[in-house]
């Protein structure tokens, strides 16, 4: 047996190299193995080098974020940076607010200044994470069918899919802010609890979620598990604050500028203005309507399953704490999503959100009977969800060209192409 999965492991991390789609449908296919979460972060490197920064017709630099850090890359690599200068800016100028992707950047450009070998490197990391998380998800759901819930565990990889290496500093972060608190919530495993606190060197903005966590895992462990009266405050804290359409712009940049280091104040001026928000306003008219469609499908879908959820917690979980610790916390952290959605740049939280509340959804959905009244409603919203499960995966094709399906580990050195998929289908019908 153990030579026979031993086998199983070889073949498919070969089948990978030579194949990288047809590993991943292999390792989806088989995705309770030991071995396919490894085969999954062995594709998501792929998909990183591959990944298309820079599209036909476009001028690099203008457009995603991938292409200013490709930029970078050929800057450093042309230059006589050091490392002190890097951690100079850092620490005592601080005119970077992050350290995470100036410190990669640097030492691949002191290789290189391909832009595919960085965000290899970026994916390689970021893969690692995602895998995990997802996979953390998946060994624990009940041996048996999905049925409609594999629409439900395809949004869960979509949520915060690899093509968000593209922004990789926040997305980045998120990951590893999941892989650190979601045992915690679930086993009450404390030995990955302080990668929460490696999020701010990744993304500033991860200091205020730190704190929120930091300050959630110091209550006492019963409020978090065994209290309904606190359960059901946060219920109404949430369902508040998904009903707030404004928020004080200038009262908010002054508390933010009060609780943050002084370090902070430039770049929370950057994303707390009104001058922002109006800009990001035209932005979002340019957007095409089926993707602020699709976003808000999946936002009120996730918070009506949530909000179903406790009650049924209540019903058939009465002893599962970590449910009830998952709940309370997919809870206070969709609250301060919701508040944080009303600020420019600041609804990029209800992704993290979405990462803690389609667990919860996953987790109960699969455990209770078909009848429950949870379990129909979760069928019924499977039908709206099959909108942004549609939208995501396009969204997914504009990342990647052919590479994806007929190139592997070997052509990736020498087969470049920077036309999306989604841009051929466009040309063929």
Not at 104 to 121: C, E, K, P, Q
Not at 238 to 263: A, D
Request: with cysteine.
């Amino acid at each position: 047996m153990q030579n026979h999965k031993g086998k199983n492991n070889t073949t498919s991390f070969l089948l990978t190299l030579f194949s990288p789609f047809a590993g991943l449908v292999y390792c989806l296919s088989r995705w309770r193995e030991p071995w396919a979460k490894n085969v999954f972060w062995l594709v998501c490197v792929y998909l990183g080098a591959i990944q298309v920064y820079w599209p036909e017709g476009t001028v690099l630099g203008i457009g995603a974020d991938g292409g200013r850090y490709v930029l970078e890359l050929m800057d450093m690599h042309g230059s006589g940076i050091t490392l002190s200068q890097i951690l100079g800016r850092y620490l005592i100028d601080q005119r970077t607010m992050d350290l995470y992707q100036p410190l990669i950047t640097y030492f691949i450009s002191r290789f290189t200044d391909n832009g595919h070998v960085l965000f290899a490197i970026y994916a390689f990391v970021f893969g690692f994470f995602y895998s995990r998380n997802i996979w953390y998800i998946l060994e624990k759901l009940p041996n048996k069918k999905m049925g409609g819930l594999a629409i439900v565990v395809t949004l869960y990889f979509l949520v915060c899919p690899i093509t968000s290496i593209n922004g990789v500093r926040m997305w980045t972060a998120t990951h590893v802010f999941v892989y650190g608190m979601m045992p915690y919530l679930l086993e009450r495993d404390r030995t990955k609890i302080w990668w929460v606190l490696v999020t701010p060197l990744i993304h500033f903005s991860f200091l205020y979620v730190s704190i929120f966590a930091l300050v959630y895992y110091f209550l006492p462990y019963r409020i978090k598990t065994n209290n309904r009266a606190v359960l059901s405050g946060a219920m109404l804290l949430f369902l508040f604050t998904l009903f707030i359409n404004t928020l004080n712009l200038g009262s908010v940049n002054g508390i933010l500028m009060e609780l943050s280091p002084e370090s902070y104040e430039e770049r929370i001026d950057q994303y707390v203005s009104q001058d922002v928000l109006d800009m990001r306003m035209e932005n979002k008219k340019m957007n095409n309507w089926y993707v602020a469609a699709s976003g808000n499908i999946m936002h009120w879908s996730f918070c009506l399953l949530l909000i179903m959820a406790a009650p049924c917690l209540r019903r058939n979980f009465k002893d599962e704490k970590g449910l009830y610790n998952l709940c309370l916390f997919a809870l206070l952290l969709g609250t301060f999503a919701n508040i944080m959605a009303l600020i420019p740049s600041g609804g990029r939280f209800q992704v993290l959100s979405n990462l803690f509340k389609v667990p919860l959804i996953l987790l109960v959905a699969m455990s209770v009977s078909k009848t429950d009244n949870f379990r129909k409603f979760v069928n019924v919203a499977l039908i709206v969800l099959l909108i942004p499960l549609v939208v995501e995966t396009r969204k997914f094709l504009e990342y990647y060209s052919i590479t994806l399906l007929f190139g592997n580990f070997i052509t990736v050195f020498f087969w470049e192409n920077n036309v999306p998929i989604i841009d051929i289908i466009k040309r063929i019908f």
